[in-house]
């Protein structure tokens, strides 16, 4: 049978493993990290010769302030992605025809790299006078056809005889969707969130640092986050500070990850089709 | 007063008239001028080769397919048991069986009095609040009877519902589906690819071949069928002798 690259898609997003046994989650959740920090305590006792002591004008309530801030900022973009894409997956796998328009079309979308649109997003959200728009919506860019094409492979799996149970027991509208489609898509959902906020982890390095795109901008048009305090130590050569802002933003992935995702991943697993 | 064939006719519940089913895509005909009448609290069996057109036919009866061609004359209350149980993951065997209680407006005291019932009388209460994971193949089907029969229908489909069951199960099911029959006089319509399944079960068999009817069998044997010996085989072949032509 023909792979058709919205399947495609559905195949690499569910080719993620997650920690089954004791010993796998310890290592992930604890001996992981763990290694990093330590990695990285070395790495800075060593080559860059000076203490922990955070430098110039950065404590550390600031670094664990600018990770909040752009966790939220994260967390509205993923908020909003998942509130656009739920309803794109189900209008565009809604019937065979709207496949055949709409998943091309996604296609074309996800392959257009979300980075493009951000001189001009800028400029708009200048005008506005609200640059936390412009970060917000990258990211929820980049985070978007993450969750729609995991949800579409979801929906497109869903057995026949469940859509015929539910039809033949009268579940229909408002409820079908509550009852069948959002436990259905379940387990895609939280995939999809997975590598939603991965990738939106990896946007805030850039979508932060306001100025690079800024005709005459300068570090005060930068956002206060963790991704433009990672550029700046990175660009002004503070590795201290690059290694500490670097090692609270692993942490807090891994404490998401460990308190979120997996505990997320471990219930849909009820959800699941066999 | 009605004549005989107007008494015929009042007595049937479900009346097939020239249905022609054709798909698309594929193109397809999937069923070709079926004419079939089945009486009230009758138990029907479809059999006939994969791809002949009896789970198109079953899926026309539910409503799950639409005719091409031809009149459904059906009750409006038709529910269906599915091969494997079709339950859902996510809720407990007893949400399971209230599922379609729940879409009936009824109160949550009258829905837990009629799943309990049929619970029981599938011999899975034990089993109530355990997941469609920790059951075994012959228990999902239990549980998925239950739920057909925990609408109380007026006809009862059944889709393959025996066949990845082991032989011990499906015969303890037989038992049970017959005696369930009884009890409920329900109208019960199967498909199966087991000629000797529709003989111990059905009142009649109807052989669909080719996308049409190719021949009806009345079977008078006695319950438990079975046991008849020879009586039963010799059933069994006749319609294998029809299967096979």
């Known amino acids: ?100 328009i709409f998943l091309p079309v996604f296609d074309i979308l996800e392959s257009v790299p979300a980075l493009a649109f951000f001189p001009i997003l800028i400029v708009f959200f200048v005008r506005l006078d609200f640059l936390n728009g412009a970060a917000i919506f990258i990211l929820f860019l980049s985070m978007l056809w993450n969750i729609v094409f995991t949800l579409v492979g979801g929906l497109k799996i869903i057995p026949k005889d469940i859509k015929d149970a539910a ?15 959002l436990p259905a898509i379940f387990p895609e959902l939280v995939t999809g969130s997975i590598l939603a906020v991965a990738q939106g982890w990896n946007i805030t390095i850039i979508a932060e640092v306001l100025h690079v795109y800024i005709p005459g901008g300068n570090a005060s048009h930068d956002l206060f986050g963790i991704g433009s305090i990672l550029v700046q130590a990175a ?38 089709f066999e | 007063m009605p ?40 138990f029907i069996c479809l059999i006939g080769p994969s791809g002949g057109g009896k789970t198109t036919l079953l899926k026309i009866i539910a409503g799950l397919e639409k005719e091409t061609a031809g009149e459904v004359v059906k009750p409006e209350n038709v529910s269906m048991a599915f091969q494997g149980g079709a339950l859902f993951p996510w809720l407990t065997v007893y949400e399971n069986v209230a599922l379609g209680l729940q879409e009936q407006d009824l109160s949550d005291s009258k829905i837990k009095t009629e799943v309990l ?26 549980v998925g009877i239950a739920r057909a029969l925990a609408v109380e229908p007026s006809v009862l489909l059944m889709d393959e519902p025996f066949s990845a069951l082991d032989a011990k199960t499906t015969a303890e099911l037989h038992d049970d589906l017959i005696k369930i029959w009884r009890d409920t006089k329900r109208t019960i319509i199967m498909v199966s690819h087991l000629i000797e ?49």
Do not use: C
């Open chain 2, 197 to 245: 399944e529709a003989v111990s079960l059905a009142e009649r068999v109807v052989l669909i071949k080719n996308s049409t009817i190719a021949e009806i069998f009345n079977i008078e044997l006695p319950y438990p069928r079975r046991e008849q010996g020879l009586a039963f085989h010799h059933d069994v072949m006749k319609i294998r002798r029809e299967f096979f032509k």
């Open chain 1, 167 to 181: 039809q033949i027991f009268g579940i229909r509208g408002w409820n079908y969707f509550r009852k069948v489609l």
């Open chain 1, 235 to 272: 660009s002004g050569g503070k590795t201290d500070l690059f290694i500490v802002a670097l090692v609270l933003m692993v942490l807090m992935i891994a404490l998401l990850n460990f308190f979120l995702w997996q505990k997320l991943l471990r219930y849909a697993e009820r959800f699941k």
């Open chain 2, 117 to 142: 019932k049929y619970l029981e009388m599938m011999k899975m209460t034990d089993f109530a609040l355990k997941y469609p994971a920790e059951l075994s193949g012959g228990q999902r089907q239990r």
């Open chain 2, 3 to 42: 004549n005989d064939s107007n008494l015929n006719e009042m007595n049937n519940i479900i009346e097939l008239k020239n249905v022609s089913k054709l798909y698309n895509q594929p193109h397809q005909l999937a069923l070709e001028n079926i004419n079939l009448s089945i009486r009230e609290g009758e």
């Open chain 1, 1 to 100: 049978m023909k792979s058709t690259p919205h399947i495609a898609h559905r195949h690499r997003h569910s080719a993620i493993s997650y920690p089954i046994s004791l010993s796998q989650r310890l290592y992930t959740f604890f001996v992981g990290p763990l290694l990093v920090v330590l990695i990285l305590f070395i790495v800075v006792k060593f080559f860059s010769g000076s203490s922990f002591a955070i430098v110039e004008k950065f404590s550390l309530d600031d670094l664990v302030k600018a990770l909040l801030a752009t966790s939220l900022r994260l967390l509205i973009a993923y908020i909003l992605a998942l509130v656009v894409a739920v309803p794109l997956a189900l209008f565009a796998t809604s019937s065979r025809s709207a496949e055949t």
